[in-house]
């Protein structure tokens, strides 16, 4: 690309010598963008972006005692065919380099974590496709272009058998290094994302529905790579292709599908000899595992009775990976129960009702209606409650009660007495007082008076009970 020292780029076979020219042209520009070896990489501006290891509040220091574990391993990059013992040809991945894996998980465990959300795959993967022109990049070596903060290098040191080192930049194995990285990524090209370019990790794809918007799209993209001093991995990079592989899916105009290969490599598996071998099995247990804890809760003794209604609200609930349910997947057809809750993905969603506005104005409509029902059915109820009460009072007849008259008191527990021919009506008693609003003041020879509720008296028309005399009884002989 540039005079007598010739630098390879991938660009599509299919272009115009005009289309050539012009994409060379662009590349030429800001080849400081791309990398073609290691010793190209600056990092990104100290400035701009740093990462920071900060340490929990109560952590303990700690010190790894040195061991030799295989701390080498093969960096694996585009594919060849070779023959196995059965002279059949199988692809395999070549051999580009070596990566110094560190093991850091006591530095992990002490370190504050970032919970800074990566994109979901599903939701780039769809907006992505339906385009024209693709131009895939790949950042060069990943987390090693950002800077570490030079007072948190210490914590990152290793030792080899002769000396001392410490990464200067971001090495893998950091539990906060996939979201500080995408962080990164993010404020880099933060007004071009969604616009003219996506962004997973070291993952770039930039797009257009023509040549010169993709083209366009494309440079600014590589002139913001210069300005941070990002470099791009040119043996990963393809310019101004009309589809390509992302995140193991075909992105193309005609939409998005699953890469055959690996769907090849999947079904050639051996079948698992055990239950723990399958992973579906366990993902799904653990989902009903979760069910039941929900279900359960502190009651342990009862998850056998609630096992069943735990699977099959798993089987029933709605799985976005197969964009279906587990049941509709077995049946063919999908499960209708009186009440169902389904909770639709986004493509779904696009897909069945795209306008948004309209769909929002209808549920508003529909969230009207559920408040008037709500309303009318309270009104209902009052309108009932005020019925009941006048049947109610229309049977109850009126009784005057005045001072002197003898009344019987209705004694409610007495219903707790076994014995139907026993009376729940105690006294008589005579009345003392009458009060206007239905209270009467009661009154007894040997005890205190007291008061009670109108209603629970009835008049007492008989007489004083006389006491029961048993005369002297006569006795008679067998004889007589």
Known sequence: MSGDDKLPVIIAKDLSVEEKTALITVLKSHKRAIAWKLSNIKGIDLEFCTHKILMEEDFEPAVQHQRRPGALCTKKGGFTVVENEDNELIPT???????????????????QKDHFPLPFMDQMLERLAGNQYYCFLDGFSGYFQIPIDPKDQEKITFTYPYETFAYRRIPFRLCNAPGMFQRCMMAIFHDMIEKTMKVFMDDFSVFGNSFQSCLSHLERMLKRCED???CLNWEKSHFMVKKGIVLGHKISKQWMDVDKAKVDVITKLPHPTTVKTSGQVEVSNHGLKHILKRAVGENRASWLDKLDDAHWAFQTAYKTPIRCTPYKLVYEKACHLPVELEHKAYWDLKKANFDLKT????????????????????????????????LHDSKIKNRVFNIGDRVLVFNSRLKIFSGKLKSRWSGPFTISWVYPYGTVELSQPDRPNFKVNGHRLKHYFGKDIPKLVVPDLQTFSRDH
Do not use: F, P
């Open 93 to 111: 991945r070549l051999v580009m380099g070596w990566r110094v894996c560190i093991d850091y998980h006591k530095l992990n465990e002490a370190t």
């Open 228 to 230: 941070t001093n990002l």
């Open 359 to 390: 769909a929002g104005d209808y549920r508003k409509v529909q969230i009207n209606e559920l408040n008037e029902l709500r309303n009318q059915a309270y009104e209902n109820s009052l309108i009932y409650k005020e019925k009941t009460k006048r």
